[in-house]
């Protein structure tokens, strides 16, 4: 029996956690805020973004498995932890990393800042000057907002909202008698505050410096407790910060109407368990106590931490005049055959498709012509319907105002499908659907128990006698905002085969279809787990008949166990597989017998990584299929999501030699991963590579003709 036969691929001892390998990925993005080669302001930025991250992680992971704790649910995940003991784990994790990022931003960020001009500031630090300043803000700004909340018989413990950074302030009145309150710190202002700048004088070098001063909001809050409680003697105030379970369970199957439904569930989702409090370490017991006994807690969910409670806010350093300490802006480019002139008829954009299917690298490539091809649709006579899926456009959605024109001032008929249930965006998509309900949009809210993440938009045009469809798929968001920092792959054609499949697919997010297959493209949970697994097994027959054998993956998650294994046996049969896998992943590369034919690479950088790319060398016949998806089961069993193929023999050569390729030899912001689920940074090798660099001279060179 052969070394690969005696392997049992069900064993445990192959994957890795889902949920420690998220926790390891933002140690990856936390090493981006320590690493000095980024500009200091990103370095903060990257610090806001790992506390972000992190807030995401306990609401929506750590909230579900302590539902199933609770539940007393006992089912192993596939390394064979039980909900329980993944929990453990995750505290001894996260307490590590949360306290590793107050330390780095205590001994190395501040101090930096401070070097540079820009001082984060205790209340105690503060000079008379700069106390004035922020004791009027206080009274003329903060106080007005402050609602101090009295705990005693009379008065119950008040909810504590999820995401709050409050005070719990414990006071004495004249009569001697200790009494506790809760302050809440109101997160409609900015948390850092802004103290006046101030000129240094002339520098040696000729130049004026202009410093930046800020002071924690909650500790000129603390400062001013006097004028809240008045007649009391203030004997202590500590903050704590509150995260809630947010991974809410939505009874779709039994909902009459699915809006209302979700918007339900966001009242509800304010009210969920407590899964994280945050403390400083000099809080006295007495004051935890109460918080505990409260917020029903137990203390393996509090994280005592020395330093600031809430990063989050360091981004708000971002919008500060130091462009010197930022990365240097760009102009993405536009496509030669896309710079349409003003002037130009409504058509010229669809002239442009029609002559040659178009592919656009974000954010490299400028997003703005995909917002160009819907306004030209909403404009010209001869379209006759936009149909579109919207995930997450964000609150300034410049495609959504197009859509709402098109409907109210161009008469076309406009189709879409609002995703409600995209996670913490639910809020601004059901504001949209409402919108374009009012415009006379026809507007569907996707599948009871499926989202909708598929990004994809149909415009439907007469030319002639003949009608032509034209189509707009992708890899990211329709939205505007975050395709200026996530880098994404978007396509336009109209291709006549993936013109069926997209009014096919339509049909099928807003009628009643039973639709089994499609022509090109790949649709989740229709045909594409199905197809993806007999590609990857014909990889495999590729390579047993001596036609050498290559899979290259992009993708920002990989935790389906089935493709794991598919992969496994590939690299088994000689298979060289490269993935290219941002966040999760839970297969293990490297292991003697399983997968030494297994590469693994993490990039990180200025921008978010987030294009899913699928490469099969096929014998040669090479195939490369972009989309929506990820290998994780929730994409492909319980979304719908879009893979397509891209045939151009051009287009196949820049994202296999170019893109793909550029990440496979970047050796300076990539990491690889061990077989023990641990990264190692590439080692910087001749010549230097840094891909994302390399994709912005790319643009500049495009830029510059």
């Given at each position: 029996?052969?070394?690969?036969?005696?392997?049992?691929?069900?064993?445990?001892?192959?994957?890795?956690?889902?949920?420690?390998?998220?926790?390891?990925?933002?140690?990856?993005?936390?090493?981006?805020?320590?690493?000095?080669?980024?500009?200091?302001?990103?370095?903060?930025?990257?610090?806001?973004?790992?506390?972000?991250?992190?807030?995401?992680?306990?609401?929506?992971?750590?909230?579900?498995?302590?539902?199933?704790?609770?539940?007393?649910?006992?089912?192993?995940?596939?390394?064979?932890?039980?909900?329980?003991?993944?929990?453990?784990?995750?505290?001894?994790?996260?307490?590590?990393?949360?306290?590793?990022?107050?330390?780095?931003?205590?001994?190395?960020?501040?101090?930096?800042?401070?070097?540079?001009?820009?001082?984060?500031?205790?209340?105690?630090?503060?000079?008379?000057?700069?106390?004035?300043?922020?004791?009027?803000?206080?009274?003329?700004?903060?106080?007005?907002?402050?609602?101090?909340?009295?705990?005693?018989?009379?008065?119950?413990?008040?909810?504590?909202?999820?995401?709050?950074?409050?005070?719990?302030?414990?006071?004495?009145?004249?009569?001697?008698?200790?009494?506790?309150?809760?302050?809440?710190?109101?997160?409609?202002?900015?948390?850092?505050?802004?103290?006046?700048?101030?000129?240094?004088?002339?520098?040696?070098?000729?130049?004026?410096?202009?410093?930046?001063?800020?002071?924690?909001?909650?500790?000129?809050?603390?400062?001013?407790?006097?004028?809240?409680?008045?007649?009391?003697?203030?004997?202590?105030?500590?903050?704590?910060?509150?995260?809630?379970?947010?991974?809410?369970?939505?009874?779709?199957?039994?909902?009459?109407?699915?809006?209302?439904?979700?918007?339900?569930?966001?009242?509800?989702?304010?009210?969920?368990?407590?899964?994280?409090?945050?403390?400083?370490?000099?809080?006295?017991?007495?004051?935890?106590?109460?918080?505990?006994?409260?917020?029903?807690?137990?203390?393996?969910?509090?994280?005592?931490?020395?330093?600031?409670?809430?990063?989050?806010?360091?981004?708000?350093?971002?919008?500060?005049?130091?462009?010197?300490?930022?990365?240097?802006?760009?102009?993405?480019?536009?496509?030669?055959?896309?710079?349409?002139?003003?002037?130009?008829?409504?058509?010229?954009?669809?002239?442009?498709?029609?002559?040659?299917?178009?592919?656009?690298?974000?954010?490299?490539?400028?997003?703005?012509?995909?917002?160009?091809?819907?306004?030209?649709?909403?404009?010209?006579?001869?379209?006759?319907?936009?149909?579109?899926?919207?995930?997450?456009?964000?609150?300034?959605?410049?495609?959504?105002?197009?859509?709402?024109?098109?409907?109210?001032?161009?008469?076309?008929?406009?189709?879409?499908?609002?995703?409600?249930?995209?996670?913490?965006?639910?809020?601004?998509?059901?504001?949209?659907?409402?919108?374009?309900?009012?415009?006379?949009?026809?507007?569907?809210?996707?599948?009871?128990?499926?989202?909708?993440?598929?990004?994809?938009?149909?415009?439907?045009?007469?030319?002639?006698?003949?009608?032509?469809?034209?189509?707009?798929?992708?890899?990211?968001?329709?939205?505007?905002?975050?395709?200026?920092?996530?880098?994404?792959?978007?396509?336009?054609?109209?291709?006549?085969?993936?013109?069926?499949?997209?009014?096919?697919?339509?049909?099928?997010?807003?009628?009643?279809?039973?639709?089994?297959?499609?022509?090109?493209?790949?649709?989740?949970?229709?045909?594409?787990?199905?197809?993806?697994?007999?590609?990857?097994?014909?990889?495999?027959?590729?390579?047993?008949?001596?036609?050498?054998?290559?899979?290259?993956?992009?993708?920002?998650?990989?935790?389906?166990?089935?493709?794991?294994?598919?992969?496994?046996?590939?690299?088994?049969?000689?298979?060289?597989?490269?993935?290219?896998?941002?966040?999760?992943?839970?297969?293990?590369?490297?292991?003697?017998?399983?997968?030494?034919?297994?590469?693994?690479?993490?990039?990180?950088?200025?921008?978010?990584?987030?294009?899913?790319?699928?490469?099969?060398?096929?014998?040669?016949?090479?195939?490369?299929?972009?989309?929506?998806?990820?290998?994780?089961?929730?994409?492909?069993?319980?979304?719908?999501?879009?893979?397509?193929?891209?045939?151009?023999?051009?287009?196949?050569?820049?994202?296999?030699?170019?893109?793909?390729?550029?990440?496979?030899?970047?050796?300076?912001?990539?990491?690889?991963?061990?077989?023990?689920?641990?990264?190692?940074?590439?080692?910087p090798g001749e010549p230097l590579l840094n891909a994302q660099e390399w994709f912005l001279a790319q643009a500049r060179r495009s830029m510059e003709g």
């Amino acid at each position: 029996m052969s070394e690969a036969e005696k392997i049992d691929l069900n064993s445990p001892e192959y994957y890795l956690n889902r949920e420690l390998s998220l926790l390891s990925f933002q140690w990856r993005v936390l090493e981006e805020a320590q690493d000095e080669r980024n500009p200091l302001l990103e370095r903060a930025k990257f610090l806001a973004i790992v506390e972000s991250n992190l807030s995401e992680f306990f609401m929506v992971r750590v909230g579900g498995l302590s539902m199933q704790r609770d539940a007393g649910v006992v089912d192993l995940s596939p390394d064979g932890r039980t909900p329980a003991e993944q929990l453990v784990e995750i505290r001894k994790e996260a307490q590590r990393l949360l306290q590793e990022m107050r330390n780095y931003w205590k001994s190395v960020l501040l101090p930096e800042l401070s070097k540079a001009g820009i001082y984060i500031l205790d209340y105690n630090e503060l000079n008379a000057r700069q106390k004035e300043i922020a004791d009027e803000y206080f009274h003329e700004v903060i106080f007005p907002v402050l609602t101090p909340l009295a705990v005693d018989p009379g008065h119950p413990f008040p909810h504590i909202s999820n995401l709050s950074l409050n005070l719990a302030v414990s006071i004495r009145d004249p009569q001697g008698h200790t009494h506790f309150a809760r302050l809440k710190v109101p997160p409609a202002l900015q948390q850092l505050l802004p103290l006046k700048r101030s000129s240094g004088g002339v520098r040696k070098d000729g130049t004026v410096p202009h410093d930046h001063y800020f002071v924690w909001i909650e500790q000129v809050i603390t400062a001013n407790l006097k004028w809240l409680f008045p007649g009391m003697e203030i004997l202590e105030a500590h903050p704590f910060h509150v995260t809630r379970n947010a991974d809410m369970a939505i009874q779709e199957l039994e909902a009459l109407d699915l809006l209302e439904t979700i918007e339900q569930g966001l009242r509800r989702r304010r009210f969920g368990d407590v899964v994280r409090v945050m403390v400083n370490e000099d809080m006295p017991a007495s004051i935890k106590n109460v918080l505990l006994e409260n917020l029903k807690v137990d203390r393996n969910e509090v994280y005592s931490l020395r330093g600031p409670l809430d990063l989050t806010c360091l981004m708000q350093l971002t919008k500060i005049d130091r462009y010197d300490l930022r990365d240097h802006p760009f102009t993405p480019a536009i496509p030669s055959c896309l710079k349409i002139h003003p002037d130009s008829e409504d058509g010229a954009i669809f002239s442009a498709i029609s002559q040659e299917n178009i592919l656009l690298h974000h954010p490299y490539d400028s997003f703005t012509p995909v917002v160009e091809f819907l306004k030209s649709a909403a404009r010209d006579p001869d379209v006759l319907a936009i149909k579109q899926t919207l995930y997450r456009v964000g609150t300034n959605a410049p495609v959504v105002e197009t859509l709402l024109q098109a409907s109210r001032d161009y008469g076309k008929q406009v189709a879409v499908l609002v995703e409600l249930k995209a996670r913490f965006d639910e809020e601004s998509n059901i504001g949209w659907a409402r919108r374009l309900e009012q415009e006379g949009a026809h507007v569907t809210y996707g599948f009871p128990g499926l989202k909708t993440h598929a990004k994809i938009a149909l415009v439907v045009r007469r030319e002639g006698e003949r009608i032509r469809r034209y189509i707009h798929l992708a890899t990211g968001n329709y939205n505007y905002a975050t395709a200026q920092v996530y880098e994404d792959l978007g396509w336009f054609t109209c291709d006549e085969e993936i013109g069926a499949d997209a009014t096919d697919l339509f049909n099928y997010l807003t009628g009643y279809s039973a639709i089994q297959d499609f022509r090109k493209l790949l649709v989740a949970p229709i045909n594409l787990r199905q197809r993806f697994e007999e590609m990857i097994r014909r990889e495999i027959r590729h390579q047993q008949e001596g036609r050498q054998g290559h899979l290259i993956f992009k993708m920002n998650s990989l935790a389906d166990i089935s493709i794991i294994q598919l992969l496994y046996q590939a690299s088994q049969a000689g298979v060289k597989v490269d993935l290219i896998v941002r966040g999760v992943c839970m297969l293990r590369p490297g292991v003697k017998g399983l997968s030494e034919n297994i590469r693994v690479i993490s990039v990180l950088g200025r921008f978010l990584e987030h294009s899913r790319v699928y490469y099969f060398h096929n014998g040669g016949q090479e195939q490369v299929f972009l989309g929506s998806a990820d290998l994780m089961p929730r994409n492909i069993n319980q979304r719908v999501e879009v893979l397509f193929s891209i045939e151009d023999q051009r287009m196949i050569r820049q994202l296999r030699d170019d893109i793909l390729e550029a990440y496979l030899r970047d050796n300076t912001r990539a990491r690889c991963m061990k077989s023990d689920g641990s990264y190692e940074r590439m080692q910087p090798g001749e010549p230097l590579l840094n891909a994302q660099e390399w994709f912005l001279a790319q643009a500049r060179r495009s830029m510059e003709g």
